[in-house]
């Protein structure tokens, strides 16, 4: 399940669970329209990890843990830190990403 963010409150979310995934994205931004029905599905085919959509114009908080520059980007966390990240509006490059969090 992809959960949207309404509250600046990543880094409790960060802490609380292991394996964090998290879409980076804004209204006005066509790629991140693009790729957020994309990630929701791919949050389907994972189990242990949490997925959450921030709005990054109205979370400036949340933007910062990721020092988020361009949209859409994705970030992984782990055990409360930053593990990597990616702007892609390809699936696969999203996959890849989840992947190195999944199996370790």
């Known amino acids: 399940m992809l959960q949207e963010l309404e509250t600046d409150t990543l880094q409790n979310l960060v802490q609380e669970n292991d394996k ?8 006005w931004c066509g790629n991140c329209r693009i790729m957020k029905p994309k990630m929701k599905r791919l949050a389907g085919d994972y189990e242990g990890i949490t997925f959450l959509y921030v709005d990054a114009e109205k ?43 999944a199996n370790n």
């Not at 964090?20 to 209204?27: N, S």
């Not at 930053?82 to 390809?90: E, F, H, I, S, W």
Request: hydrophobic fraction near 40%; glycine fraction near 8%; aromatic fraction near 6%.
């Open 59 to 101: 979370l400036p908080e949340s933007r910062k843990l990721a020092a988020v520059t361009n949209l859409p980007t994705f970030a992984t966390f782990k055990g409360g830190q930053l593990v990597n990240q990616v702007q892609t509006n390809k699936e696969e490059g999203l996959k890849t990403l989840i992947d190195e969090i």
């Open 20 to 27: 964090v995934v998290v879409q980076y994205g804004a209204t």
